[in-house]
C-alpha cells in the first residue's frame, strides 16, 4: 500500500502536467509537440496497478474527449488502453533506467496516437499515413524526451534519516 505523501506527490505531478497540458501546450502551437496528459497517465502507471491505470486513463479520456465532440471515445479508448499496458508492463519489465524510460515514454506516445487516430477516423489515405509514421514519432520523440525530465524530477522524496 503506498503511503500518503508520495499519493499526494504523485496527484501533486499529475495535476501539474494536466495544467501544462491545457496552458503551456496551446502557446506553443508547434506542429510536434509534448503531450503532457500521456506523461501524466504513465507518471500514474507505473506508481499503481493496471486497472487503476486502465481506470484514471479512462477517465482521462473521457474528459479529454468532450472538448472534440466528433471524436467522442476515441481518446477514452486510447488513454485506458495506454494505461493498462503501461502499467502491466512497467510490473513485468521494472528498471529504473533512463533509456529504457525514455523508451517506455516514446512507445506509450506513439501507441496512443495509433489508437487514436485509427478510432476516430478523422484522416485517410496518405494523411494517415504521414500522421502514423511521420508527426506521430516525432512527437512520441519530443514527449519522451519531456517525459523522462519529469519522471526524474517526479520522483517521490524518500522518507527516512540520512546517516
Known amino acids: 500500500m503506498p503511503s500518503a505523501p508520495r499519493t499526494l506527490w504523485t496527484v501533486g505531478w499529475f495535476g501539474l502536467l494536466v495544467i501544462l497540458q491545457y496552458s503551456l501546450r496551446p502557446m506553443l ?3 510536434v509537440q509534448a503531450d503532457f496528459l500521456v506523461i501524466a497517465l ?3 502507471a507505473i506508481r499503481s496497478r493496471p486497472a487503476i491505470a486502465a481506470f484514471c486513463g479512462f477517465v482521462l479520456g473521457v474528459v479529454t474527449d468532450s472538448l472534440v465532440p466528433g471524436a467522442f471515445g476515441a481518446g477514452a479508448l486510447a488513454m485506458a488502453s495506454v494505461g493498462f499496458a503501461a502499467s502491466w508492463l512497467k510490473s513485468v519489465f521494472f528498471t529504473e533506467n533512463i533509456a ?14 495509433i489508437i487514436y487516430l485509427l478510432a476516430e477516423h478523422r484522416l485517410g489515405g496518405i494523411d ?20 523522462v ?5 517526479s520522483s517521490p522524496p524518500v522518507s527516512g534519516h540520512r546517516r
Open 29 to 31: 502551437g508547434w506542429r
Open 42 to 44: 504513465l507518471v500514474i
Open 100 to 113: 529504457l524510460n525514455a523508451i517506455f515514454v516514446l512507445a506509450g506516445k506513439w501507441a496512443f496516437d
Open 128 to 147: 494517415l499515413v504521414a500522421q502514423l509514421f511521420w508527426w506521430s514519432p516525432l512527437s512520441a520523440a519530443l514527449t519522451a524526451a519531456v517525459g
Open 149 to 153: 525530465g519529469v519522471l526524474l524530477v
